[in-house]
């Protein structure tokens, strides 16, 4: 019946798109086509649990089916649109992520989390630079760097190429029921990650730029390098201290008012994601230090959880089609070889990085045996990465951009499942308590489901 319902849908957006193809950008347009993702991506979720795997995928799987490069029925300009919900989906992924970091019970895996995002994070880094200069001869746009250049975009490039996916992490986990060591690590361990990636770029992109001459200094006589740290202090300091602040304000939220509140902390992670990214902050990390803040400083810590439940599945089901939309499925062809080298070298370095660093800090054995599953996704930050390395090196960005988004797409569709899997063979899954977020076998199942659902047709 699910099947048949997405087959239903997809026909009637291609008809509907038949007498609207010259408005693929106008408003109504884009509430059509947010319409149809949430209802087409919600049911494809529940086809593909049918055959065991995540209904991430079947969200990813059904953006692809009807983004630009298959079907057609979603446009670049209604993609484009639907972007808006990617920061509000980022913001909960990551407030979820910070509640469920209790400091007091992870201390434990702390070992652990700091062995193996040295061995397996920052050594997958060290490993893929070294594989893109071994392999420069394949990538065009490396053919006339001198060596100190290739060995700098190298670095970069690792760097680009080793980025996690907090999002799929989290939407897995809950999906899966699962808690328990291996949860716990890979979810502390793809936050860190996240933030020794964002470090390593900035440090290593600027080098490089000083490679191509353009990282003398400006104007007023400050170098490149104290501008860049300058920056990224005042984006992981200054994102960690408003975070504080947001989390001061759901704490007093949560105390004092008590309606409204699910629609507050969706307003909040709006704000978050819109006007950080315009105040050079990092939306994730406001998010995760204000979650982070609530659960260990406060006492609303599952008072916020619970508002988030109740109101996160339709932006998690939109942000997924969203994403799976976006997947640029033409640069494969072009990218192929390369990006098959890479995505097998990365899954090399992640899955024995995670091993030897669980061994040295004797972390238990099912963390060491799947942990490194848990790294493989990538979503968000790749991506904006790969954007942010194309703007830093105009002169050939936009053809490395396209090879790490080739990667990200390989990645995208392959590692959810075996993340998934991993969590069933490690015993963890189901071991978590059930919870308004995690996805109902139906829609009449979950009221806040059936609000959003109604809202674009009445647009």
Known sequence: MRLLIVLILLGLMHATRSFTSGDAGTPAATSLGLGFVLLSAFFAGGVFKRFGLPRLTGYIAIGITAGPYVLGLLTPSMVTSLKLFNGVAIALIALTAGLEIELQRMRPLLRSIGYITLTAVVGTVILLAITVYLARDLLPFMVDMTTLQTVAVAGVL???????????????????????????????????????????????????KSTFGGGAGTDDGTSDVWLTIGNLAWEILGSMVVG??????????????????????LTVSFAVAEVGQRLALDPLLVALAAGMYVRNVTTGGDRVQKLIEATALPVYVVFFAVTGAGIHLDVLPLVGLPAGI???????????????????????????????????????????LALLFSRTFPEFGSAASALVLGIVAINEIVAPVLYRVALVKSGEAGKGKRSASRIPDTVESTPAVQTVVVAPSEA
């Open 158 to 208: 690792g760097a680009v190429m080793a980025a996690q996916s907090p999002a799929v992490v989290v939407a897995l986990r809950d999906e899966a029921e699962s808690d328990g060591p291996l949860t716990q690590t890979v979810l502390g361990v793809v936050v860190l990650a996240d933030l020794v990636v964002i470090l390593l770029f900035a440090v290593l992109s600027t080098l490089a």
């Open 244 to 265: 504080v602040l947001v989390g001061v304000l759901f704490q007093l939220y949560v105390s004092f008012i008590a309606e409204g509140g699910a629609l507050f902390i």
């Open 342 to 384: 890479f995505v097998a070298t990365r899954a090399f370095g992640l899955l024995v990085g995670t091993r030897i660093g669980a061994r040295l800090a004797k972390a238990p054995d099912v963390v060491e045996r799947y942990a490194g599953f848990g790294l493989l996704p990538q979503a968000g930050l790749a991506l904006a």
